[in-house]
Structure formats: C-alpha cells, structure tokens
C-alpha cells in the first residue's frame, strides 16, 4: 500500500489546523513531523508541544521522525505526546536495539533511519525488529532540497534487502520529492512518501490529492 505523509515542516504555520484538515481530506492517512535538535542537524525545528497541541485536531497517523541524538531519552515524552510511529536515526543511537524496544514497550510503531552517506548494510541486524526503514533522500535538516539521484540504489538495495527476508516492511523515503519523481521512487521500492514543500506550497488540498493520484497510478 502506498502512503502519502505530509511533512508539517513546510507548512504555513500560521494556518496549521486548516494545512491539517486539508491534506486529511485530500486523503493523505499519515501526518510527517519532522524533530530536529540543532546538534545531530542543523537545525531546530519543534517538539512535543506541537505534536500534543495538533494531536486533538486530527485522527491522522502522527509520523514522528526524530533527528535528535540520543533519541532514547524522550521516546516516552514522544509517544505521551501522540506519536503513532517514532522513526529514529541510526547514526545518532548508541544500542539502536534499546531505541527499537522502548518504543515498541509504549505500544507504538518503530522506524529507523539513515542518512543518504550511510551504508544500507548497517540496517541489517534490525530488518525484522522494525515496522518501518526511512532512507533519507536528501541530507537531514532542512526543507526544500533537491532530491539525491544516487539514494535511487539505496531504496533499491533496501527492498532488496527485505525481499530476501521475506519481509514486506514499510520503506520510507523523505527528502525532494516531487510530482515528477514520485513515481520513480516507488518503482524503486518505496511505499510511504513524505513531502514537504511539493504538498504545502500553494493549494495542500489539491497538491497532496495530486501525489495520490500519481501514487496509485
């Protein structure tokens, strides 16, 4: 199944409820929330104040990714807040394990994640520990960028990866994506599609009904 998941970080925030509303009922299921700390990115972006301040405004799956190191520390707060799925990145865990039970202990869906820099062999130990792998498609931290050609082989290679196993885990890919590689994505492996800037700039209603379409076609 194909997901669309808009990512809150390119919203108008001033119009945030409306930008929620919109996308849900252009049918998007997940909500993409993008945490970032100013240590493992460059930027800061927001918290669970926001998550638990939009939580009662929709019944859409909260996709929490957090680019925060030690990202053991605030699971509970996370999934307090009204996370569904709490992706992690790899690169910032010192027991990825550990990160991978505490949030599965609090009855929520764990994702990982690597950079695009990162080597796909280092998922290997955690393919069947985690409901979800989200290979980034452009480097973590800010908005806007263009997408990286060479995480095509990346998403490939992780299918791959999880077809050998027998496993149909979702692959989630974030990071420039668009209306004209949308497509290409998903023949490449990907399942679970979050845009930014391609959903909330101009109409998030008919923007993030056009990706579906596209996704499903």
Do not use: C
């Amino acid at each position: 199944m194909n997901i669309l998941s808009p990512s809150i970080l390119a919203a108008d925030f001033k119009n945030l409820g409306q930008q929620i509303a919109d996308v849900d009922e252009a049918g998007a299921p997940y909500l993409h929330v993008d945490v970032m700390d100013g240590t493992f990115v460059p930027s800061i972006s927001f918290g669970m104040p926001v998550i638990k301040s939009i939580r009662s405004a929709s019944d859409m799956v909260f996709d929490v990714h957090l680019m925060i190191v030690d990202p053991i520390r605030y699971i509970e707060e996370f999934a307090e807040s009204g996370a569904d799925i709490i992706t992690f990145h790899i690169e910032a865990a010192d027991d990825p394990q550990a990160v991978i039970d505490k949030i599965h202990s609090l009855g929520k869906k764990a994702g990982i994640s690597i950079k695009p820099g990162t080597a796909v062999d280092v998922l290997e130990p955690y393919l069947d520990k985690v409901d979800m792998i989200l290979v980034m498609t452009v480097e973590p931290g800010f908005g806007g960028q263009p997408f990286i050609e060479a995480t095509y082989d990346k998403i490939k290679a992780v299918r791959k990866m999880l077809n050998d196993r027998g496993l149909d885990t979702d692959v989630q890919v974030d990071g420039g994506i668009t209306k004209d590689n949308i497509k290409k994505v998903i023949a490449a492996g990907a399942n679970v599609i979050v845009a930014g800037s391609s959903v909330f700039r101009g109409d998030a209603k008919e923007n993030a009904k056009e990706l579906i379409k596209l996704m499903e076609a």
